[in-house]
Antibody, heavy 118, light 107 residues
Framework: QVRLQESGPGLVKPSQSLSLTCAVS?????????WGWVRQPPGKGLEWIGS???????YYNPSLKSRVTISVDTSKSQFSLRLSSVTAADTAVYYC???????????WGQGTLVTVSS | DIQMTQSPSILSASVGDRVTITCRAS??????LAWYQHKPGKAPKLLIS???SLESGVPSRFSGSGSGAEFTLTISSLQPDDFATYYC?????????FGQGTKVEIK
């Protein structure tokens, strides 16, 4: 059973960058899975942000692509999210997740709330 | 992008009720549909994949059906642990998109 744990600052100032890390344990990050990020703004639904393979191959939601970078560090068994130029609209609970080869999300972290505010 | 629309947004039901949630896609997604259960403060949980395949460990009172653009999630006899928000997700083509959610609350 894979374990996923998000970490990072809970408060980010507008126009700055949001950075989160997802630690993967009890499972090999180099297995045949993509790893991804999903967010949920308060009172709203789920939004896929982007996904990455252990090789570094990544793809993003076009709605966020210009501001998103997802990277992977296989030596530390973790992957990371960077979202630049944040605004209050980026306030959300951010989840990391494992994707099956078919691209559905079969395991999730507990999520971490990031608030964008001055 | 493929838009996913769930109905209803809120469903009030009692323990023992049979409940049905509908998910419609803006275009055909074949059977590339998943259902998730989400409780506050918890990780979302995958219930059903490929529209009707029950995940291991998920109670048999949950079932999924449909193909093309219309899908349903049915809980045959609602249990106290089932009060949660349910989301559908298409994984036919990126960007992967979710329905807006259906909150199942106690009547």
């Amino acid at each position: 059973q894979v374990r996923l744990q998000e970490s990072g600052p809970g408060l980010v100032k507008p126009s700055q960058s949001l950075s989160l890390t997802c630690a993967v344990s009890d499972y090999s990050i180099t297995s045949d899975h993509y790893w991804g990020w999903v967010r949920q703004p308060p009172g709203k639904g789920l939004e896929w942000i982007g996904s990455i393979y252990h090789s570094g191959s990544s793809y993003y939601n076009p709605s966020l692509k210009s501001r998103v970078t997802i990277s992977v560090d296989t030596s530390k068994s973790q992957f990371s999210l960077r979202l630049s130029s944040v605004t209050a609209a980026d306030t959300a609970v951010y989840y990391c997740a494992r994707l099956r080869p078919t691209r559905l999300f079969d395991d999730w972290g507990q999520g971490t709330l990031v608030t964008v505010s001055s | 992008d493929i838009q996913m629309t769930q109905s209803p947004s809120i469903l009030s039901a009692s323990v023992g009720d049979r409940v049905t949630i509908t998910c419609r896609a803006s275009q055909s997604i074949s059977s590339w549909l998943a259902w998730y259960q989400h409780k506050p403060g918890k990780a979302p949980k995958l219930l059903i994949s490929k529209a009707s395949s029950l995940e291991s460990g998920v109670p048999s009172r949950f079932s999924g059906s449909g193909s093309g653009a219309e899908f349903t999630l049915t809980i045959s006899s609602l249990q106290p642990d089932d009060f949660a928000t349910y989301y559908c997700q298409q994984y036919k083509s990126p960007p992967w998109t979710f329905g807006q959610g259906t909150k199942v609350e106690i009547k």
